[in-house]
């Protein structure tokens, strides 16, 4: 049966990589699509190549998110860690379905605590204030003050050029900062996903705290969250790239660029498993109010926001109900 249950797991959990995927896509291309820079199947082609190859490149978020919890060995670790993951991505497809652009990553980790706390099992609460709980409350705040600063920069650099031509160059500078968001988030949250299954494995017996990731897990989570990326979030990238503010070149630029230096600083230097989403929501805010602080649709922001606020406790609350269910169906003591 454990077996049977591993495999379930690491199906359930690259299930939940590819909706990451759709839903975080347009975390890496709404703006460079809204501001026309890049065709909609031609960013999408270009996230989807990064986001493979960002996935490749390291294993520290994967390890701080299987060390979010403890499981028990056999059967009952693997029940919480798919309760956790099926909770997540219920939390995922509700927030997809109304275009809201929530985290994936607060839902997962939100889905294993619920699952966790549901089961008796140990919750590293150290580690989740430290590596998800802090950056998730700094993250978005540095993203909307940097991108603002960076884009008053580029106000004042260029106050002298033809706007025409400038906010030309920012078009073709976007493609560049777009495939650098886009490996940022393969570097994030495939990563994450990895570390589920990791958390899996060592609850089956099949690998041991201490050990690197398997070469399949990394490769097999890469796939899927290319694939998701791919198959497009179109309802989320409206949000995004739309309805929060009206993005020229210059601003989708700056706020692309912020969202990648944080994404790179947090998975290489500081091992937390951060949400894109915040940070480039954030991000194309602060770009944004560079024009007026009015400029920025703060409803739409507001509801974003409620999003974040719930994402952590909705998830871990449909975590918790689905390990009720799962505990009844395995017949767990």
């Keep these: 049966m454990d077996l049977a249950i591993v495999i379930a797991v690491v199906v359930v959990a690259l299930a939940f990589d590819y909706t990451n995927g759709f839903h975080d896509a347009a975390n890496a291309i709404a703006t460079s699509v809204s501001t026309r820079a890049l065709t909609p199947r031609l960013a999408l082609i270009l996230a989807a190549i990064m986001n493979f190859v960002g996935a490749l490149l390291g294993?520290?978020?994967?390890?701080?998110?299987?060390?979010?919890?403890?499981?028990?060995?056999?059967?009952?670790?693997?029940?919480?860690?798919?309760?956790?993951?099926?909770?997540?991505?219920?939390?995922?497809?509700?927030?997809?379905?109304?275009?809201?652009?929530?985290?994936?990553?607060?839902?997962?980790i939100g889905g294993l605590v619920g699952a966790?706390?549901?089961?008796?099992?140990?919750?590293?609460?150290?580690?989740?204030?430290?590596?998800?709980?802090?950056?998730?409350?700094?993250?978005?705040?540095?993203?909307?003050?940097?991108?603002?600063?960076?884009?008053?920069?580029?106000?004042?650099?260029?106050?002298?050029?033809?706007?025409?031509?400038?906010?030309?160059?920012?078009?073709?500078?976007?493609?560049?900062?777009?495939?650098?968001?886009?490996?940022?988030?393969?570097?994030?949250?495939?990563?994450?996903?990895?570390?589920?299954?990791?958390?899996?494995?060592?609850?089956?017996?099949?690998?041991?705290?201490?050990?690197?990731?398997?070469?399949?897990?990394?490769?097999?989570?890469?796939?899927?969250i290319s694939l998701g990326t791919y198959a497009g979030g179109w309802r989320i990238m409206r949000t995004l790239g739309r309805k929060i503010i009206a993005l020229d070149p210059a601003r989708?630029?700056?706020?692309?660029s912020v969202g990648a230096a944080v994404l790179y600083t947090t998975a290489f230097v500081y091992h937390a498993p951060i949400s894109t989403t915040h940070t480039i929501t954030s991000a194309i805010m602060g770009a944004g109010a560079t024009k007026r602080f009015s400029a920025v649709r703060w409803g739409v922001a507001r509801s974003i926001v409620t999003a974040w606020v719930l994402t952590f406790p909705a998830a871990g609350t449909a975590a918790a109900l689905v390990y009720v269910v799962l505990r009844w169906v395995f017949r767990l003591p």
């Design 59 to 108: 294993q520290e978020v994967a390890h701080t998110v299987s060390d979010t919890i403890s499981v028990p060995d056999g059967n009952h670790g693997l029940i919480i860690v798919l309760a956790g993951l099926l909770g997540a991505i219920a939390w995922n497809l509700v927030t997809w379905y109304f275009g809201l652009p929530s985290s994936s990553s607060h839902a997962l």
């Design 116 to 224: 966790a706390l549901a089961a008796g099992a140990v919750v590293h609460w150290q580690t989740i204030i430290d590596k998800v709980l802090i950056p998730m409350v700094l993250s978005p705040i540095f993203g909307f003050g940097a991108a603002f600063a960076v884009m008053l920069s580029i106000m004042w650099i260029f106050r002298r050029r033809n706007p025409h031509k400038v906010q030309r160059g920012f078009r073709l500078s976007q493609t560049v900062s777009a495939a650098a968001l886009a490996l940022g988030h393969g570097l994030q949250d495939a990563q994450k996903t990895m570390g589920v299954i990791f958390l899996a494995l060592v609850a089956g017996g099949y690998a041991s705290a201490n050990d690197d990731l398997p070469l399949w897990v990394i490769v097999s989570a890469a796939t899927a």
């Design 252 to 256: 989708g630029f700056a706020a692309e």
